[in-house]
């Protein structure tokens, strides 16, 4: 992960004033992990908390969400230690910003944090498979398309959308953090 370099009217944007947690949500490939954790070292104190690596704490018995038999269980369990991080950091006066794919019962457990950003990251599935092929892949290519079909069909509301097809990283970094910091901060309706 190389830092990108912060374009004038992002610097513009930074405040010492602590935002509310940011949440990027989006299907594979969206970029949530390479660019929230590079739009919180933009940042003065921020945490970045890949969801994924929460859940992949559990090392025996460890389930996709989409198991049977506990997956959804261990998801809401790794929303929970989440958001349980998020609020330690935030006690610390640290900001997060969080990457996961957010369902409309996980979104739920997020907006308990208060004031969450929840931004998603919309791409097509020929700019994912383009993107993910530069990558390794830590889920079958079904997987893969029965998630961005899930994300495609049932995303759960977010404070903005913004479409990634065709924005480089740099590009993607500077609208996800100017999207963060006018944001109006309330839940969707």
């Not at 979104?107 to 530069?134: D, K, P």
Request: aromatic content about 4%; hydrophobic content about 45%.
């Amino acid at each position: 992960h190389g830092r990108v370099e912060e374009p004038a009217a992002v610097r513009s944007l930074r405040s010492d004033i602590m935002r509310p947690p940011l949440v990027l949500t989006g299907g594979p490939a969206a970029g949530k992990s390479t660019t929230g954790r590079l739009v919180a070292e933009l940042r003065d104190r921020c945490a970045f908390i890949d969801a994924d690596d929460i859940r992949h704490l559990v090392v025996s018995g460890h389930l996709a969400p989409w198991e049977d038999n506990g997956g959804a269980q261990q998801q809401m369990l790794g929303v929970e230690n989440v958001c349980a991080l998020v609020r330690n950091f935030a006690l610390g006066g640290i900001e997060s910003v969080v990457a996961d794919f957010v369902t409309a019962s996980t979104a739920s457990v997020y907006r308990t944090l208060g004031g969450v950003v929840l931004i998603r990251l919309q791409i097509s599935l020929s700019e994912a498979e383009a993107r993910a092929v530069t990558r390794p892949r830590h889920i079958t290519e079904a997987e893969f398309q029965y998630l961005h079909q899930l994300d495609a069909n049932a995303a759960p509301a977010a404070d903005a959308v913004l479409k990634v097809d065709g924005l480089d990283l740099a590009g993607q970094v500077a609208a996800i953090e100017r999207l963060w910091a006018t944001a109006t901060h309330e839940a969707p309706r």
